[in-house]
């Protein structure tokens, strides 16, 4: 159930309230990506240590490692990783686009070659339904066709077209208790796709609406565009979900276009890579200007990283390959994303957002290294 508690009259900003069988989740809110029941890097004690609300799981990767029968023994998905807050599973619709290379699109779902071995293995509606029914999470995603950047617009049509009839399947299939299932709207930058999409899933009443197909390789004002065209067709008492994204100034940027879910590797996953965010972008904290550095990550920040070690310490560690760096700068990363969602909701609160929103992005300054690294992950 969702609850809208308020906007923000000078944007389309929300600040509202969703209740799961595992807990209450404020929005807007950063979903931490555990695609294989783990956060990379960091345990659940961190986790909520850094206020986690909710994490995000992979119902393809669930399914090939462990595998449903480990996680059916173990009690579910909760028990299994020992998390007793909500959690989102992506349906594997992802992986459609992901793993084009090794994967063939038919009638009634895909026919994947396994990534590890290359064994045979199709998801479809009624398979990734059942996965995620047997998984346990709190909201599963609708099995959808994510097509790339730059599909031809017969392409597109097509995508949008499948992703309408699996969605469809989806909405028969029985559900876990007090199971969540959300729609994901698909259509690329066509605007009239992004329109019909939208209709026809809020036409089979889902809990929650998720847009899809954003940061599949298309420029940040594409992406903006792609929301900003689909967010006015859906419902305002349902939840709105930007799958994939983003940097902290993108989540603010959709934030301020009405989006009240995001999830993205990217805290963890540029965290090894040994980049450190702060509110004014990111920086390189293997780089020899940190040798003699004594402060902080970031001053003012309240993670465990910041509160014990220098930059010279994080930086020396990194250059040694100890793990405990790479594992404090995701514990910084992971905390400032959600320290971000804490301090938006406060601002939509208090009607200030149009100003912090301004500032925000006004002083953010995006770097190279990090977006090279989240097209790495794709």
């Not at 979903?31 to 609300?53: F, N």
């Amino acid at each position: 159930m969702f609850e809208l508690l308020g906007t923000d009259g000078a944007t389309r900003a929300r600040l509202g309230r969703l209740t799961t069988p595992h807990g209450v989740v404020d929005t807007p809110v950063f979903m931490p990506v555990g695609t294989q029941a783990s956060v990379k890097a960091m345990d659940p004690r961190e986790l909520l240590e850094s206020g986690t609300q909710i994490i995000l799981g992979n119902t393809y990767h669930l399914n090939v490692r462990p595998g449903l029968e480990i996680i059916s023994a173990a009690g579910g998905l909760h028990r299994f990783m020992n998390w007793s807050l909500p959690i989102l599973t992506d349906s594997g619709g992802f992986q459609v686009f992901s793993l084009a290379k090794i994967r063939k699109i038919v009638e009634h779902g895909v026919e994947f070659r396994c990534h590890l071995d290359g064994s045979p293995l199709f998801l479809g509606p009624k398979e990734a339904m059942h996965i995620q029914r047997v998984l346990g999470s709190d909201i599963a995603m609708v099995f959808d066709d994510c097509p790339p950047a730059k599909s031809s617009a017969p392409e597109l049509l097509a995508a949008v077209e499948r992703t309408l009839r699996w969605a469809a399947e989806c909405r028969q299939q029985p559900r876990a208790e007090g199971q969540q299932v959300f729609g994901i709207v698909q259509g690329g930058s066509d605007a009239s796709l992004r329109e019909r999409c939208a209709r026809e899933l809020v036409g089979l009443d889902f809990d929650g609406y998720a847009i899809g197909g954003v940061s599949v390789g298309e420029p940040e004002p594409e992406m903006l565009r792609a929301v900003e065209i689909t967010e006015p067709h859906l419902p305002a008492g349902k939840p709105r979900y930007a799958m994939g994204l983003g940097t902290p100034a993108q989540m603010i940027e959709l934030i301020a276009r009405g989006v009240d879910m995001f999830d993205c590797v990217l805290p963890t996953r540029v965290a090894r890579n040994g980049t450190a965010y702060t509110h004014r972008g990111a920086f390189n904290a293997k780089a020899g200007y940190n040798k003699a550095d004594f402060r902080p990550i970031e001053d003012g920040c309240t993670c465990y990283c910041c509160r014990n070690f220098t930059r010279a310490y994080i930086r020396h560690l990194l250059n040694v390959d100890e793990i405990l760096g790479l594992r404090m700068l995701s514990v910084h990363n992971t905390h400032l994303y959600l320290a971000l969602m804490r301090e938006v909701r406060e601002q939509i609160r208090s009607g200030t957002f149009a100003d912090f929103h301004r500032d925000y992005i006004r002083q953010y300054v995006p770097t190279k290294r990090v977006l090279a690294a989240r097209e790495a992950e794709r």
